[in-house]
């Protein structure tokens, strides 16, 4: 089925551009079918995954008449009023995503879609996708759901495969609102490691919304806090004075301080050694820089203890202040594992 195009002149009536006569073959993603297809359209519906304006159509002469006669023919397919595909574009999540921006004539992705188009923490791709406009627009839509923002000309956006989206530092705060502490963190870390964001770019984000009433805000504060360049570091005695506080409310075997390391003496000492469970707690105050990069010197330490009969528990000055019954069961846990097991 070969798709057409037409040109209105000065009289109304419509007549073909010869020059745009020659046929040319358009592929819309893998697997679509093949169809002729005449350059005006082609060039733009290959652009935004097959989607088209009518106020597009019309800047390239064609008419609504015509426009509505392939809609009729079932050989273009109309989202709404706005929006049309051209046949053999096949439907995915990019081309959802293009009509979602293309609805408004103020648009960007932003929320899952966002996080699924930047492949942040592996987030699945949910529809309709979110769109964000300002705030004086409507929030009706018939191909995505809205969300009106007082910020929508400071935010940070990028263009993925031709889809405006928000930054993936503007994606992690929408997507604070959806997720856990933990997935959240996880985020976070992936984004500052791959120097996609920085923490200066995310405290801004953050200074930009405090006051709000925002999900996921209270999640965020102590996360970047702690990642900051001038973020708090406790001294080792302050560190040392907490963990005992924490480890004095449990009945434990005998606890030795800053134990040599049992298989290497003299190459390093522990901060904590429950020889009867064989096991080792460490605390870790640094901060967080600090700590992602000696994570690979931390790791070979853990797997030397692992090799020699210890495990390892790890605690972190924000888990010792925040939760201590936690860091209480995990060290009760890991010694009645211990001796269940009988190694």
Known sequence: MGVDCAYSDRNGLNKHNEHEDLALTARFGHGAPVLPIRSPIVELARAQHGVVTLQQL???????????????????????????????????????????????????????????????????????????????????????????????????????DGISVASPAETIFRMSEYVGRRRLTRMIDDLLLQERSSTVELGEIYLRHQGERMRGMASLRPILMERLDDAFVPTESELEALADRVLGAMDLPAVERQAPLPWAAGAGRLDRLIRDWRLIVEFDGRSWHARTEAFETDRERDHAALRNGYRTVRLTWRMLTERPEYCRRLIRDMGELRLASGS
């Open 58 to 160: 019309r800047a390239v002469g064609i008419t609504e008449r015509f426009a509505s006669r392939r809609i009729a023919n079932a050989e273009w397919t109309r989202l709404s009023y706005r929006l049309i595909v051209i046949s053999g574009a096949p439907v995915t999540p990019l081309q959802q995503c293009a009509a979602a921006v293309l609805s408004r004539e103020a648009a960007f992705i932003s929320g899952r879609a966002a996080a699924w188009l930047h492949g942040i923490g592996q987030t699945p791709y949910s529809q309709p996708p979110e769109i964000t406009v300002p705030y004086s627009a409507s929030g009706r839509n018939a191909v995505a759901k809205v969300r009106r923002s007082q910020h929508f000309s400071t935010i940070t956006t990028n263009v993925v």
